[in-house]
């Protein structure tokens, strides 16, 4: 028996989990005064989230093997680095959970994760060659050949979102300029839909996919056009340099199966001019733990 914690932007999960099945969870989302102190607020919430879990299924704190935890931003072995959207630099959550917990504590980069969760459960399950690609509020993910996951030594790598499509484009939070994820990233495009239909950029994922698909105006439809020109371009570039058998797209991506823009990916990522690469074209599949990933993948 494992714990998984998924940390996000915006909220903190915490699941029992028994292979790749989700026992119980907890979730909290953050409000603004969780975030004066948000170190303390992870480590306690995470605590008492685990606790309550380990309570209510009656499992001993001695049985849990191990806790993973999923976070975005760049991770070492040990600690977050920089998790830019929850404001954290230089916290060793492992640490602090080890020495409360008494229970062995390992972190990865949350596309990772959901890279591992595909890979060893899921869609990717099959391949052996193979690139997980996150869509979501930026852009992440890993790559895959003969089966092992390649990490580098130093932090996580595989920063797909930060490679450069468009010389001198929109500015980046990475300081960069013209990055894959400004263009390609869910959080993207929904700002820019809403900013055309004069809507709050907070709208619900499954009402962005259905604006989407609005036929008659035509910014949104040149929007959409645009949208799936980039994706085709920064997936083509993948499908260059790894030659995978299979690319997986999750993140909020995953739920677009039945949506017809998939269908137009698919098509794009088809055309001669797509890649160098004349060899078979890669599957394009869809993540089969959509947002579960992260906290299935943590514990592995
Ligand atoms: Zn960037």
């Known amino acids: 028996m494992r714990i998984g914690i998924d940390l996000g932007g915006s909220h903190i999960g915490v699941g029992l989990i028994y292979k790749d099945k989700i026992l119980d969870t907890r979730q909290k989302n953050f409000v603004d005064s969780d975030k004066v102190n948000i170190k303390k607020t992870i480590v306690d919430t995470s605590i008492a989230m685990i606790k309550d879990l380990l309570k209510s299924q ?6 849990i093997e191990l806790i993973g935890i999923a976070s975005p931003g760049l ?3 040990r600690s977050i680095v920089r998790a830019s959207n929850l404001s ?31 890979k060893k459960y899921g869609s990717l399950k099959k391949y052996k060659d193979c690139v997980f690609l996150c869509i979501g509020t930026g852009i992440g993910g890993a790559a895959f050949l003969n089966g092992k996951l390649l990490e580098p030594n130093g932090f996580s790598g595989f920063e797909f979102g930060h490679m450069i499509i468009e010389k001198d484009g929109r500015s980046c939070t990475c300081g960069k300029k013209g990055c894959f994820e400004q263009y390609a990233s869910i959080s993207s495009v929904k700002k820019r839909i809403t900013t055309i239909l004069g ?81 078979k074209k890669p599957d394009i599949v869809l993540a089969k733990y959509k947002n579960d990933s992260g906290i299935i993948g943590a514990t592995i």
Not at 58 to 63: E, F, L, R, V, Y
Not at 93 to 111: G, M, W
Not at 235 to 251: H, K, M
């Open 199 to 279: 809507e709050r950029p907070d709208v619900s994922g499954q009402y962005l996919r259905e604006q989407l698909l609005i036929k008659d105006n035509p910014l949104v439809k040149l929007e959409v056009e645009s949208w799936l020109n980039y994706l085709k371009i920064g997936i083509g570039n993948l499908i260059d340099i790894f030659e995978p058998e299979a690319i997986c797209l999750g993140g909020s991506f995953s739920h677009y199966e039945g949506n017809p823009i998939l269908d137009r990916l698919i098509v794009k990522l088809g055309e001669s001019d797509t890649t160098f690469t004349t060899s």
């Open 88 to 118: 954290l630099e230089n916290f060793c959550l492992t640490e602090e959970l080890e020495s409360r917990l008494r229970i062995k504590v390992k972190i990865r980069n949350d596309a990772k994760c959901c890279a591992m969760a595909e």
């Open 75 to 77: 991770i070492d072995s």
């Open 58 to 63: 009656n499992i001993a704190q001695s049985d």
